[in-house]
């Protein structure tokens, strides 16, 4: 997917808050409105957004984006965050690895000279991994989600249930105005969840468009991490979420 800076610009300020009309957006950039619907279009055809009369909103869906949709959006923040977590990473311990791009991207992060044990669902991050040879890698099976690049369900819960982790790194779909970690599907939430309660610490991957994102499936309070990961923009409400919750917020 090739989107302008412009398209990725307009993306990061929907999830800033409320719809943009067409004109808003074209006096912020000093471009005409004919190249703004033209950008919005685009976005449209890929899925990103729901143009309305005169507006442009995120789409109402309560699903979440591709992975390839989710690669795309904030990659270079996602990168950020990876390298940032995986530079704090001890060695020798056993780590989960939930599905989802930033958490692939921590998988791409990890020097391959570290020796670790890592169990995961993600398959680029088993791909990644493929390419480190100290790092010794389980694969849990179950059905295929090719779209979000992943396994789920009951033979992914059982793989991981058979080990106790040191850390558990994992992406969320959406964090509530209550903190309240959310998720788009119900067997997403219940992996998660389950990932969060076996491990001795659990790591958060989340860049800022995750704050205030409607996601409809409960996994777990803030107060069940040790520790968060997040981009240097975003929103400082979330500062006062990860405070009041005493979880660490590291910015990146």
Same mark, same amino acid.
């Given at each position: ?122 398959? *680029?991050?088993?791909?990644? @991994?493929? /390419?480190?040879? &100290?790092?010794?890698?389980? =694969? %849990?099976? $179950? ?46 939430? *219940?992996?998660?969840?389950? @990932?969060? /309660?076996?491990? &001795?610490?659990?790591?958060? =991957? %989340?860049? $800022? ?44």
């Amino acid at each position: 997917m090739n989107l302008s800076d412009r398209q990725r610009a307009i993306l990061d300020w929907l999830r800033d808050g409320q719809p943009l009309g067409t004109e808003q957006i074209a006096v912020r950039f000093g471009v005409s409105s004919q190249t703004i619907r033209r950008d919005v279009q685009e976005l449209n055809d890929q899925g990103l957004v729901r143009r309305q009369h005169g507006s442009v909103a995120l789409p109402a869906s309560q699903h979440n984006l591709s992975f390839a949709q989710r690669s795309d959006a904030q990659a270079e923040r996602k990168r950020r965050i990876a390298r940032a977590a995986a530079a704090s990473l001890p060695e020798d311990a056993t780590v989960f690895l939930g599905y989802g791009t930033t958490v692939a991207e921590f998988a791409r992060a990890l020097p391959p000279e570290r020796p670790l044990r890592v169990v995961t669902n993600n398959l *680029d991050a088993a791909l990644a @991994l493929a /390419e480190k040879p &100290a790092v010794e890698t389980w =694969l %849990a099976g $179950g059905r295929l989600r090719p779209q979000d690049r992943d396994t789920m369900g009951s033979w992914a819960l059982e793989a991981f249930a058979r080990f106790r982790p040191h850390v558990a790194v994992v992406g969320i779909g959406g964090i509530a105005a209550d903190g309240a970690l959310m998720e788009f599907q119900p067997d997403e939430a *219940d992996l998660t969840r389950g @990932l969060l /309660e076996r491990s &001795a610490e659990a790591w958060l =991957l %989340a860049d $800022g468009s995750k704050h205030l994102r409607d996601a409809p499936c409960l996994v777990a309070p803030l107060t069940r991490l040790a520790r968060a990961f997040t981009d240097a923009d975003a929103p400082a409400a979330l500062d006062i979420l990860f405070d009041q919750a005493g979880v660490p917020l590291h910015r990146c």
